[in-house]
């Protein structure tokens, strides 16, 4: 049937209300769902971005500690060291990391500059000298295709007894293996802080507080330049004299004095300790002429010592190998030679960038003319030839034995320790330390304290955590 | 020119009566639909509380075990640690026996720390020191205390007891026997290494429920959040 005008007409005013209701509920419910999400996604947005800001400012902590490290092609010595080690009270070295067009100047302390470093002088003290190395250095962690982190800045400084709510003054804190000291014994304790910020304004502070490697702790601690550590340890000293132009007996010395120290002052420590009083007898009969094992005025040239804990048991000392080890520059399987035509070193060891060897197995070393830098481990037998020098610490550790009856002019500056932690038939861990054994006599200029040496072979090992804390900011 | 109206024009009574009742099916069924809405609404924005709440209660006992231990007795000189406890943070207190006996988890520590309480050391920098930072589930509520500083050879449980304020709410671990703190540990040698001192990880299970009843449904609706925070600091 078809529809009248009439009709029509009276149909329209009901599809109208029909369409706004319809509208309305739509509109409503859309909006519900909006605002549902909405919460969700805020909720969600805020915690990803305070758990973006923890670990952006983790990276940083990360980068700072890699960067001490001087094996490290991106090493910021010359900022935390301008001076060498220690890292004097006072100084800040702040790597930061900007982004775009960004200006990141913690030490403005400005209220309006979001990234002031306000922290510094909550725990260093607001009196204290504030000796910034400028310019910042620049983080490694943004490439040109990939934002990073962002963190924004991480600032190096010593730790000191103020810093560390132990003391009013700000003297240098140090860590020799197993506790912090203020007496410089063992590496130096670094605080590590970073802070982040995402452009959510989520902010994260966390600290670490770091030291050279186990080892480079606990060697500085060592009070002679020759530590035969154990029990039944045996020493034997070139007997010949005169020089053939090669390097003889007579040029044969083990020296304590510190040949580093400030011209017209005597430091060091004693030529031959051993860490058994028993062992008095054979060690020092057998270090003649007394005259070739020097030390300072004070200190015993051969005698008794104690050792750090670290060092003191066959346990510890196979923890202490392989921590070592697990960051080496270079592990080789021994037996190996080490020469002029089988050169074992890893490339781009120098004076500036000493690196950390371990040989596990005998090593021989076997006219090879030229020096080494850094930390050598050897976990067998040590052969040494003194046509080579070796600058930085030499540890024998595990079979403990150290040999070289060849001719030569190289000389070992820094300290060598060495020790029996296995059995030299199964290789089986000891229960107590066995005698560790040195024997040179051909030739060669012994070994002469060298605390220059030491530190530099400190940093041929990463940075190890000592601690970790977050700081609460106001707005997490 | 205007048009004259004429007769047919206006609506019938019958049209009325239809559109009426057309209209009321149709406002009725709109308004149905929006209370229902409505009513999903509240009960979704209950569980979002409830999730938002849980959320930051994690974070939060995350970032304490992290700093758990700081500063630990390495950072002191040899015999300082011994003789200024109040130092130094060991990273997770127990009860009885503190600080020189220690405990073991589970058989002879007691309730701290235990499935539902938990107490860690640290020093957040606000200038207190070392402070006692306790998580304590009382009922279904979720307690949170911090106590500053800490004090030598005191008894942790009793010193942190007094400080404890509501913290996350309607919290159904005891209800359902299920903890909120587990432990990961460190292995030593000897073992066994189920001490306070050796917790390395904890694992937080948080089983809250809506404040109140779903709208629709009339019950309560629980959501369940899993955590992991491991302690960065040494062992002591």
Redesign the interface.
């Known amino acids: 049937m078809k529809k009248t005008k009439?009709q029509s007409?009276?149909e329209r005013g009901?599809a109208l209300?029909?369409a706004i209701?319809s509208l309305?509920?739509i509109s409503?419910?859309a909006t519900?769902l909006i605002?549902?999400a909405g919460?969700?996604s805020a909720?969600k947005s805020n915690?990803k971005s305070?758990?973006h800001a923890?670990y952006d400012a983790k990276a940083g902590l990360e980068e700072a500690r890699g960067r001490l490290w001087t094996s490290n092609p991106d090493a910021i010595t010359s900022c935390v060291f301008p001076g060498g080690l220690p890292m004097p009270v006072g100084n800040v070295c702040y790597i930061v990391n900007p982004s775009d067009g960004e200006n990141v100047d913690p030490t403005d302390l400005n209220p309006a500059n979001p990234y002031a470093d306000f922290?510094y002088q909550?725990?260093w003290g607001p009196a204290t000298a504030y000796a910034v190395q400028r310019p910042f250095i620049t983080s490694k962690s943004r490439l040109p295709t990939i934002a990073g982190p962002l963190y924004k800045w991480v600032r190096i400084t010593p730790r000191t007894n103020l810093s560390?709510?132990?003391g009013t003054d700000n003297t240098a804190l140090f860590?020799d293996g197993?506790?912090?000291?203020?007496a410089g014994t063992g590496a130096q304790v670094l605080t590590i802080t970073s802070l982040a910020v995402t452009p959510y304004g989520s902010r994260r502070m966390v600290?670490y507080?770091v030291a050279a490697g186990s080892s480079a702790a606990a060697i500085p601690a060592f009070p002679s330049a020759l530590t035969l550590d154990g029990n039944a340890v045996s020493f034997t000293g070139p007997s010949g004299s005169g020089d053939d132009g090669h390097g003889s007996s007579a040029n044969f010395r083990i020296n304590g004095n510190d040949m580093d120290a400030p011209p017209g002052t005597s430091s060091g420590v004693g030529a031959i300790g051993f860490t058994n009083n028993s062992d008095s007898s054979n060690v020092s009969v057998a270090a003649v002429p007394a005259s070739n094992y020097l030390s300072p005025s004070g200190v015993t040239a051969v005698g008794a010592v104690s050792v750090p804990t670290i060092l003191q048991t066959p346990s510890s000392l196979d923890a202490l190998v392989q921590s070592i080890t697990q960051s080496a520059d270079k592990v080789v399987d021994g037996p190996v030679t080490q020469s002029d035509s089988n050169n074992i070193m890893p490339p781009g060891m120098s004076a500036t960038t000493p690196m950390a060897v371990v040989v596990k197995g005998d090593l021989t070393i076997n006219g090879w003319n030229n020096t080494g830098y850094g930390l050598l481990l050897v976990t067998g037998q040590l052969k040494y030839d003194p046509d080579a020098s070796w600058n930085g610490i030499i540890l024998v550790i595990g079979r403990g034995v150290f040999i070289s009856n060849q001719m030569g002019t190289g000389q070992i500056n820094g300290v060598l320790l060495i020790a029996q932690t296995r059995d030299p038939s199964s290789g089986k861990l000891l229960s107590t330390l066995g005698p560790a054994s040195f024997k040179q006599t051909g030739g060669g200029r012994g070994i002469h304290y060298s605390s220059k040496w030491i530190a530099a072979a400190q940093g041929a090992t990463p940075y190890q955590?000592?601690?970790?804390?977050?700081?609460?900011q106001t707005n997490p | 020119m205007m048009k004259s109206p004429?007769r047919?024009?206006g609506?019938s009574l019958v049209?009325l009566l239809v559109?009426t009742v057309?209209?009321t099916i149709?406002?009725g069924t709109?308004f149905s639909?929006?209370l229902g809405?409505?009513l999903?609404?509240r009960g979704?924005?209950d569980v979002?509380t409830a999730?938002?709440q849980a959320?930051v209660a994690i974070?939060q006992i995350a970032?304490d075990v992290?700093?758990a231990?700081?500063?630990?007795?390495?950072?002191?000189?040899?015999g300082?640690a011994q003789a200024n406890p109040q130092?130094v943070a060991l990273p997770f207190s127990w009860s009885p026996g503190y600080p020189n006996a220690p405990c073991t988890v589970g058989v002879s520590c007691g309730a701290v720390p235990g499935d539902y309480d938990l107490i860690l050391e640290?020093?957040?920098?606000?200038?207190n020191?070392v402070q006692w930072i306790r998580y304590s589930l009382q009922g279904t509520t979720l307690m949170r205390g911090v106590t500053a500083p800490k004090v030598a050879f005191a008894d942790p449980v009793g010193s942190t007891a007094g400080g404890l304020l509501p913290y996350l709410e309607n919290v159904m671990n005891q209800s359902k026997s299920l903890p909120i703190f587990s432990y990961r540990y460190d292995i030593t040698n000897p073992p066994p290494a189920q001490q306070p001192s050796n917790i390395r990880e904890v694992n937080i299970l948080l089983i809250v429920q809506s404040a109140q009843p779903d709208p629709q449904t009339g019950q309560f609706r629980t959501i369940t959040l899993t955590g992991q925070a491991a302690r960065?600091?040494?062992n002591q």
């Open positions: 009439c007409n009276s009901v209300v029909i209701f309305m509920l409503v419910v519900a605002l549902t919460t969700q909720i915690y305070a758990m923890f922290e909550q725990e560390a709510k132990f860590f197993k506790n912090t000291n203020s600290q507080t955590v000592l601690s970790f804390r977050e700081i609460a | 004429k047919g024009d609506y049209e559109a057309l209209f149709i406002a709109v639909l929006l809405a409505q999903r609404y979704e924005s979002t999730f938002q959320n974070d970032r992290h700093s231990g700081y500063p630990p007795a390495t950072s002191f000189a040899a300082v130092l640290t020093d957040t920098g606000d200038g020191g960065f600091n040494p």
